[in-house]
């Protein structure tokens, strides 16, 4: 009887922790979008669609348009070995939620981005079954700094793992090769390692 | 008096000093985690292995102790080297193998050699050479690494220990465009520490260890040197009294300092580094509450050579003088922790409390980075009651961060970014009948992004739901059924208009029934099913359509072992799902939806695996794939796509001799794959894991 009482005392507890999280989660009112204001995402029915979207999220700075499309249940980032080198440790167990970390911190930090995401003339496999390795995709990103107008470019060769996950197709490995020159200089660029362990904690 | 001497003991640096320290090297002891009052975790390691060695042959123990040693732990005093003669043995353990994947042939060398002495005393070399040559790129990397160790157990009234290391590396890689980069670097490393734990004086129970180290290192990448010789000195002290039964209060001090020499590029300068970490916590274990109140303060100063930096922390030197590329850095962290956990429990009810502050300054002289400060709170609440067939967990946790910043010669700060985050969880199980167990869960979220002062347009909130429940029954370990029904709405606000076009609102659905059925020893049938939808609102009529995506998925598998030797798996995955867009709602609400996608994938898969001899098993699977898409529209489309894998290999796990005996590890396997998908390099490969180990 007694322990009866104090179920319902909790269970009371609960549902009144539910009542009460109205007020506590509410999230707050948008403002309507500005005109001409338009991110084109591409639906997620295929791996190339979901490439195409870090490319979308980043010219936009637009963070979830980078989350909706790494996966949601199992997240990997394997660095090439210069960036492991630069940032030890870092990157140890990166998830979902250390890739969250950073595109919001990258994009927090006041940068504008040109980005292209695969080199011209790659052309993405039709779609087959529920998991598709992509390999030797080579991306280019050029990151301006706001505040100091400075200019860094990353360019790099990565293979990545795309995973059929409920309904929709999601990055579910990326993992960087090595980091390409530079085509106009001939310089040799970081990968986006180099972001991720600048940005990621 | 003693309060204010304990006030001066010893903490370590913990996270805030090392986050902002460029090398691990220079964070110390974490504090400590648990409620000794005595003892900080660098040192509380130490003695504490967890390794019984009393089972083991003489190789394994002298193989667990070199692992031991390699990792920094000190094993418990072993009785069997307390006494007899100085020297008491050595052992060396050759081993050699070769690694092969669709990426990469590895081939390595080991020889671990350890000696033993009286007293625990304990000398272990290692040396490991490796090759590797990648499949897919033009890279090479050959490695050389040694490490030795030499503990002098209880031959002393101190623990020391002296550790040497000497890394050498070379990674030649031609990238696509023919740029050759040699990236190398060769590093020497020699330390000696010594650690007292647990010792009494008066009424305090201390522990103290110091350490000192050199390294030296030449390296070199994109033609660019980074060498350096430093020393390293560093201390720590720690001391706890047990002011009553169950209440203990503790001090630590740690302080840190590095000197040397340090080149990048064409310019060389004096390193240095120094920090210094205070430490106080009031540790309690009393009736119903166990917990403990922790502050923590560190500095920590550095000056090095650094390549120019932008505002963001990243390289820049781009179009920069040769001479402005390398520039003296002075870095220095300033950072403070308060920590308070309270675990309350009394008869079925539990109340977990966490509380934590962190704060960080980080200031540079000459990057671009400036000045960064950081803030981070955590409250966690959790409420546990169980009784009988119930029990119930509600938990609260709220986060409040933010990082501010001001520029490298900017007058004001650019204002503070803030991430704020609550949820709440409330988890609900009871045993129904007899093996039948319900569980409700409930959860609800919300992340917040704010830039003060508008500084930038990335304000965003995503509000998270979902509901949950799952029923599971077993039946005397024949047969297993649980069916999950799952609810979530997500919704994604950004707050400013130049980001909030595609703000949208997610709501998704999951069933899922399954069971499990041995249905004779040697027979075992698994089912599941799962149907999930998805609808995506977006919240701004003509910025993007609705669409609605559904997907139902069945999944058998059969597991046949006719005999004890041979295993036999069968997989069947079936899938058949569409995608809609929403292309009309009617006054009454209802929606309309066309179709753009139908598609089916058809997944069959085959594993065996049959042992021809005690240590060799043969095995193989293979899987085949047929995916039909028909893309509907304007003009519509169908697609049939294969691909299918198959690899055949043998395990092999042999000894051969009786006393000091050549164990051999053998994994070869055969891949061939075909596939839109799949390259040159991914169709045809040979997987591998070989290796040969000896012992004498």
Not at chain 2, 213 to 230: H, K, P, T
Not at chain 2, 427 to 449: A, C, I, M, P, V
Request: aromatic share 12%; proline share 3%; glycine share 8%.
């Amino acid at each position: 009887m007694i322990a009866g009482g104090k179920l319902s005392f909790a269970m009371l507890l609960g549902v009144g922790a539910v009542l009460l999280s109205g007020c506590l989660f509410s999230p707050r009112e948008p403002e309507p979008p500005g005109a001409g204001v338009q991110i084109d995402y591409l639906p997620q029915s295929k791996p190339a669609n979901v490439w195409a979207n870090l490319e979308k999220s980043l010219e936009a700075i637009h963070s979830p348009g980078w989350e909706d499309n790494i996966s949601l249940d199992e997240f990997r980032y394997v660095p090439d070995d210069e960036a492991a080198n630069q940032f030890p440790g870092i990157f140890d167990g990166w998830d979902r939620s250390r890739e969250v970390t950073f595109i919001n911190n990258f994009y927090n930090s006041g940068v504008s981005i040109t980005a292209r995401m695969v080199q011209a003339g790659f052309v993405f496999p039709p779609p087959v079954g529920n998991e598709m390795t992509i390999e030797d995709i080579i991306y280019d990103v050029l990151v301006i700094n706001d505040s100091d107008a400075s200019e860094v470019r990353y360019r790099g060769k990565c293979d990545v793992i795309f995973r059929l996950e409920a309904n929709k197709w999601y990055i579910y490995e990326w993992r960087d090769l090595q980091g390409e020159s530079d085509p106009d200089t001939g310089q040799l660029l970081n990968t986006m390692g180099v972001l991720r362990g600048t940005f990621g904690s | 008096m003693l309060l204010l001497l304990l006030l001066v003991l010893a903490p370590t640096v913990g996270g805030a000093m090392s986050a902002g320290a460029q090398e691990s090297e220079t964070s110390g002891a974490e504090a400590p985690a648990d409620t000794s009052a005595a003892g900080s975790d660098t040192t509380a390691v130490s003695g504490v292995s967890g390794l019984d060695l009393s089972n083991m042959s003489p190789l394994e123990r002298i193989q667990a102790l070199a692992e031991l040693s390699e990792q920094g732990i000190q094993q418990q005093p072993d009785s069997t080297r307390e006494a007899g003669p100085f020297f008491q043995g050595v052992q060396n353990v050759p081993k050699v193998g070769a690694l092969a994947n669709v990426r990469q042939y590895t081939y390595y060398g080991e020889l671990i050699t350890t000696l033993t002495f009286r007293k625990n005393s304990l000398f272990t070399n290692k040396f490991n050479w490796s090759w590797e040559e990648y499949r897919k790129q033009d890279k090479t990397v050959e490695k050389r690494d040694n490490k030795f160790t030499y503990g002098l157990g209880d031959n002393l009234p101190v623990k020391v220990n002296l550790d040497g290391s000497w890394n050498w590396s070379e990674d030649n890689t031609v990238n696509t465009a023919g740029y050759a980069n040699l990236s190398k670097r060769d590093q020497k490393r020699v330390g000696m520490s010594a650690n007292k734990l647990k010792f009494k004086t008066g009424f305090l129970t201390n522990s103290a260890k110091v350490s000192a180290g050199f390294m030296d290192q030449a390296s070199v990448n994109q033609n660019q040197r980074n060498d350096l010789q430093e020393g390293k000195m560093d201390a720590g002290f720690q001391s706890g009294l047990d002011i009553t039964k169950g209440i203990s209060i503790a001090g630590r001090i740690y302080g840190t300092a590095t000197a040397g020499d340090r080149a990048l590029g064409a310019t060389t300068s004096p390193s240095s580094a120094n920090g210094d970490s205070l430490g106080f916590g009031v540790y309690y274990n009393k009736d119903f509450v166990l917990g403990r109140v922790v502050v923590t303060r560190s500095n920590f100063e550095k000056k090095y050579l650094d390549f120019k930096k932008n505002s963001n922390g990243l390289i820049d030197t781009v179009g920069v003088d040769e001479d402005q590329k390398v520039v003296t850095e002075l870095e220095t962290v300033d950072a403070i922790s308060y920590e308070m956990i309270n675990n309350f429990s009394f008869g079925a009810f539990g109340f977990d409390t966490k509380l934590t502050r962190l704060t960080d300054d980080l200031d540079y002289s000459q990057s671009g980075v400036g000045l960064r400060q950081k803030e981070h709170d955590v409250m966690d609440l959790t409420l546990t009651y169980a009784s009988g067939r119930d029990s119930i967990a509600i938990g609260y946790d709220y986060l409040l961060k933010w990082d501010d910043q001001r520029y490298k010669a900017a007058t004001e700060n650019r204002g503070r970014q803030y991430n704020k985050a609550r949820d709440y969880e409330f988890n609900y199980f009871r045993d129904l009948f007899r093996r039948t167990r319900l569980n409700l869960r409930y959860h609800e979220g919300l992340s917040q992004d704010i830039a003060e002062n508008q500084h930038n347009e990335n304000d965003k909130d995503r509000h998270q739901s979902d509901f949950s429940a799952s029923l599971e029954r077993t039946w005397a370990q024949k047969f297993r059924a649980d069916m999950v029904f799952a609810y979530q709405q997500v919704q994604d606000f950004n707050i400013r208009e130049s980001r909030s076009s595609n703000n949208n609102v997610k709501d998704s659905y999951e069933v899922s029934p399954g069971y499990d059925w041995t249905i004779s020893p040697w027979l075992n049938l698994d089912q599941s099913y799962r149907v999930y939808i998805q609808y995506t609102n977006y919240s701004f009529s003509g910025s993007r359509k609705d669409d609605y995506s559904k997907r139902g998925n069945l999944a058998t598998r059969v597991v046949v072992d006719p005999t004890s030797r041979l295993k036999i798996t069968l997989r069947h995955d079936y899938n058949k799902r569409f995608a809609a867009t929403k292309t009309a709602t009617e006054a009454s609400g209802s929606s309309f939806y066309s179709r753009d996608l139908n598609q089916s994938i058809n997944r069959i898969e085959m594993d065996l695996r049959f042992i021809a001899a005690p240590g060799v098993t043969l095995e193989a699977s293979t899987y085949r794939t047929r995916d039909d898409r028909e893309t509907l529209g304007t003009s519509s489309k169908t697609t049939r796509t294969y691909s299918g894998e198959l690899w055949v290999g043998a395990k092999v796990l042999r000894k051969l001799g009786n006393t000091n005996p050549l164990e051999l590890s053998a994994m070869v396997r055969k891949y061939n794959a075909f596939g839109p998908s799949v390259t040159e390099t991914s169709s045809d490969y040979w997987e591998a894991d070989v290796w040969l180990k000896w012992g004498f």
